[in-house]
Nanobody, 123 residues
Framework: VQLQASGGGLVQAGDSLRLSCAAS????????VGWFRQAPGKEREFVAA????????PYADSVKGRFTISRDNAMNTVNLQMNSLKPEDTAVYYC?????????????????WGKGTQVTVSS
């Protein structure tokens, strides 16, 4: 499975961005998909995930109420709508897939990782 995150960019605080995770060769609709981010000098951290059927969508506390993860099965993508962006959201954002579980079980459970997309939020 090859994954590609897209949609990043340079925005101002308070703006919105929509990231998309696309997959080649396989459909994303049956798999757990997660979004993660890594800021310079920091560890990679979990942002959000969506279960195989969309029924569970855990979020990091830092993004709850601002970010929304969703599936677009017609486009074979998983999207991350990011609203009310803050400078501390600046990071490279990655999507990843777990093909062995129905629910998100942590970053170590992810089997495939995509190349990231840079999100920069200016104050």
């Amino acid at each position: 499975v090859q994954l590609q995150a897209s949609g990043g960019g340079l925005v101002q605080a308070g703006d919105s961005l929509r990231l998309s995770c696309a997959a080649s060769m396989r459909t994303l609709s049956s798999y757990v998909v997660g979004w993660f981010r890594q800021a310079p000098g920091k560890e990679r951290e979990f942002v959000a995930a969506i279960s195989w059927n969309g029924g569970r969508t855990p979020y990091a506390d830092s993004v709850k109420g601002r970010f929304t993860i969703s599936r677009d099965n017609a486009m074979n993508t998983v999207n991350l709508q990011m609203n009310s962006l803050k400078p501390e959201d600046t990071a490279v954002y990655y999507c990843a897939v777990d093909v062995d579980s129905a629910w998100y079980r942590g970053p170590n459970g992810m089997d495939y990782w995509g190349k990231g997309t840079q999100v920069t939020v200016s104050s």
